[in-house]
C-alpha cells in the first residue's frame, strides 16, 4: 500500500508570494492533518479535515487556508507569504481522527521564504 | 490551550545505556500517542495508550501512562544507534486536536 504521498518536496519562493502544497493519504484513509515543524517551535498543529470537512484549525493566522477533496485528497495555501513561514510543512492522514493505529506521516515539503 | 512538554529537550548517551524520555500534559488527555523522528525523516508512529496506568513494551522500548493520565514516559533499555532520533509524544485535546510535545532528541554515541 502507497504511503502518504505530497508534493512538491522542495519549494523556494519570495516574501509576499503565495503556495500551495498537496498531500495524497494513503488510500482509504479519510482524516488528513497538517502540522508546521520549525527548529524552534517543533511541530505545531495547522489544520484537519475529515471527508472534505475542517475538523479543527491550529492557532495560525488566516493567511493559512487548506481543503479537502472528494478523494480525501487536500490541499494548504500559504498567501502573502513571510520569512518565518519557512518550514518543513506535514501532512497526516489516519482512517479516524485519533485513531489508535496512530497518524501516517508524508515526507513533507520543505518550504524557503527568501 | 494545552501544552506538551518533554524533558529533557536533548539527551546524549553511550550505546548501550538506559534512555528514558518524559511527557507532561498541562491537561488530562483521552489517550496518548508516541512518535519517533529520525533525522531527516518523518514522524513515525510507535504505539497508542489509552487506560490509566497503561504499560506496554515493544522489544527495548516501555511506554507508560500515568495514572492520572497528564503525563507518560518512553523508557529505552541498552540503547542501540538505531534508537537515534527524536521521541515526540501526542495527546488529543477535545475534539481530537493532537497537541505533538516539545520533543526529545537523543544521540547515542557509538
Known amino acids: 500500500k502507497a504511503g502518504v504521498t505530497q508534493t512538491p518536496r522542495y519549494l523556494i519562493k519570495t516574501r509576499g508570494q503565495q503556495v500551495t502544497l498537496s498531500c495524497s493519504p494513503i488510500?482509504?484513509?479519510?482524516?488528513v492533518s497538517w502540522y508546521q515543524q520549525t527548529p524552534g517551535q517543533g511541530l505545531q498543529f495547522l489544520f484537519e479535515?475529515?471527508?472534505?470537512?475542517?475538523?479543527n484549525k491550529g492557532n495560525f493566522p488566516g493567511r493559512f487556508s487548506g481543503r479537502q477533496f472528494s478523494n480525501s485528497r487536500s490541499e494548504m495555501n500559504v498567501s502573502t507569504l513571510e520569512l518565518g513561514d519557512s518550514a518543513l510543512y506535514l501532512c497526516?492522514?489516519?482512517?479516524?481522527?485519533?485513531?489508535?493505529?496512530?497518524?501516517?506521516f508524508g515526507p513533507g515539503t520543505r518550504l524557503t521564504v527568501l | 490551550g494545552q501544552q506538551v512538554m518533554q524533558i529533557p529537550q536533548y539527551q546524549h548517551v553511550q550505546e548501550g545505556e538506559d534512555f528514558t524520555t518524559y511527557c507532561n500534559s498541562s491537561?488530562?488527555?483521552?489517550?496518548i500517542q508516541w512518535y519517533k523522528q529520525r533525522p531527516g525523516g518523518h514522524p513515525v508512529f510507535l504505539i497508542q495508550?489509552?487506560?490509566?496506568?497503561e504499560v506496554k513494551k515493544q522489544k527495548r522500548l516501555t511506554f507508560q501512562f500515568g495514572e492520572a493520565k497528564k503525563n507518560s514516559s518512553l523508557h529505552i533499555t541498552a540503547t542501540q544507534t538505531t534508537d537515534v532520533g527524536t521521541y515526540f509524544c501526542?495527546?488529543?485535546?477535545?475534539?481530537?486536536?493532537?497537541?505533538f510535545g516539545t520533543g526529545t532528541s537523543l544521540t547515542v554515541i557509538p
Open positions: 495508550l489509552v487506560k490509566s496506568g
Open positions: 488510500s482509504g484513509h479519510r482524516s
Open positions: 479535515y475529515f471527508s472534505e470537512t475542517q475538523r
Open positions: 497526516a492522514s489516519s482512517w479516524i481522527a485519533g485513531g489508535p493505529e496512530g497518524k501516517f
Open positions: 491537561t488530562t488527555l483521552s489517550n
Open positions: 501526542a495527546g488529543p485535546e477535545t475534539g481530537n486536536q493532537f497537541y
